[in-house]
């Protein structure tokens, strides 16, 4: 997933970032309400990991703005507040969950792919197509009996393609989910993972097309519908 982390904790913040894009994350860090509305103009994210107390304001005002202007990004809000008060008001402001300072990183990361789980309709940890199954809390990709070594990078792309099968995307929102800003890839990065992909996955259950003009679109065997 493509996250946004808003933390003005500089410790806080790297640790997470750190944490996060070992498990084939990617990590955009802001440390103000000002650096945050900067980067949701100009990136999509997936998920936003937003502190409550910032130097210039409120994580609140941030996320009354977001929802305000209808956006559906996911947010988990992030306060040393141990009140009820205070988490009632974070999940009726419109955040999908709360964590309270300190933490355990190993909460973060569950609590990111239970949010990701809700919000692409599933039950549980594993994301399956035929014989391809995926545990998004292990990170584990298994082909049948048979475990597939992915990279990091492929892990992500598998659980793009695996999330939202049926669907046409584009390889500009698969290039913005899998590379920073920072980071020197082209769009024919997006071709190159998509290769590697297909050739190690030892199954006939997911195929993934190549629409010329369009983008990517996955789908189990059979179950294929034109774009």
Same mark, same amino acid.
């Given at each position: 997933?493509?996250?946004?982390?808003v933390?003005?904790?500089?410790? =806080?913040?790297?640790?997470i970032?750190?944490?996060?894009s070992?498990l084939?994350?990617?990590?955009d860090?802001?440390?103000?309400l000002?650096? !945050? *509305?900067?980067?949701?103009?100009? /990136? +999509? #994210?997936?998920?936003?990991i @937003?502190?409550?107390? @910032? +130097?210039?304001?409120?994580?609140?005002?941030?996320?009354?703005?977001?929802?305000?202007?209808?956006?559906?990004?996911?947010? $988990?809000?992030?306060? !040393? %507040?141990?009140?009820?008060d205070?988490r009632?008001?974070?999940?009726?402001?419109?955040?999908?969950?709360?964590? =309270?300072? +300190?933490?355990d990183? %190993?909460e973060?990361?569950?609590?990111?792919?239970?949010?990701?789980?809700?919000?692409?309709?599933?039950?549980?940890?594993?994301?399956?197509?035929?014989?391809?199954?995926?545990?998004?809390?292990?990170?584990?990709?298994?082909?049948?009996? /048979?475990?597939?070594?992915l990279?990091?990078?492929? /892990?992500?792309?598998?659980? $793009?393609?695996?999330?939202?099968?049926?669907?046409?995307?584009?390889?500009?929102?698969?290039?913005? *989910?899998l590379?920073?800003?920072?980071?020197? !890839?082209g769009?024919?990065? =997006?071709?190159l993972?998509i290769?590697?992909?297909?050739?190690?996955? +030892?199954?006939?259950?997911?195929? $993934?097309?190549?629409?010329?003009?369009?983008?990517?679109? !996955? #789908?189990?065997?059979?179950?294929?519908?034109?774009?």
């Amino acid at each position: 997933m493509r996250l946004l982390i808003v933390e003005d904790a500089e410790d =806080v913040c790297d640790a997470i970032a750190e944490s996060l894009s070992r498990l084939g994350h990617v990590c955009d860090k802001a440390r103000t309400l000002a650096d !945050a *509305r900067q980067f949701l103009g100009v /990136q +999509p #994210f997936d998920l936003m990991i @937003l502190d409550i107390n @910032l +130097p210039d304001g409120s994580g609140y005002d941030l996320l009354k703005e977001i929802r305000a202007r209808g956006e559906t990004l996911a947010v $988990i809000m992030l306060t !040393a %507040r141990l009140g009820v008060d205070d988490r009632v008001d974070a999940l009726d402001a419109g955040a999908d969950d709360y964590l =309270v300072k +300190p933490f355990d990183i %190993r909460e973060l990361e569950a609590r990111l792919r239970a949010v990701a789980r809700r919000r692409h309709g599933e039950t549980d940890a594993i994301l399956e197509a035929g014989d391809i199954r995926f545990n998004t809390a292990t990170r584990q990709v298994t082909v049948g009996e /048979q475990i597939c070594e992915l990279t990091r990078r492929e /892990q992500s792309l598998l659980e $793009i393609l695996l999330s939202s099968r049926g669907r046409v995307i584009a390889k500009e929102e698969l290039h913005s *989910r899998l590379f920073g800003l920072g980071e020197e !890839a082209g769009l024919n990065a =997006v071709e190159l993972y998509i290769a590697r992909l297909r050739k190690k996955l +030892p199954s006939a259950s997911l195929e $993934i097309r190549t629409l010329r003009g369009l983008g990517y679109q !996955a #789908f189990v065997s059979g179950t294929a519908r034109r774009a």
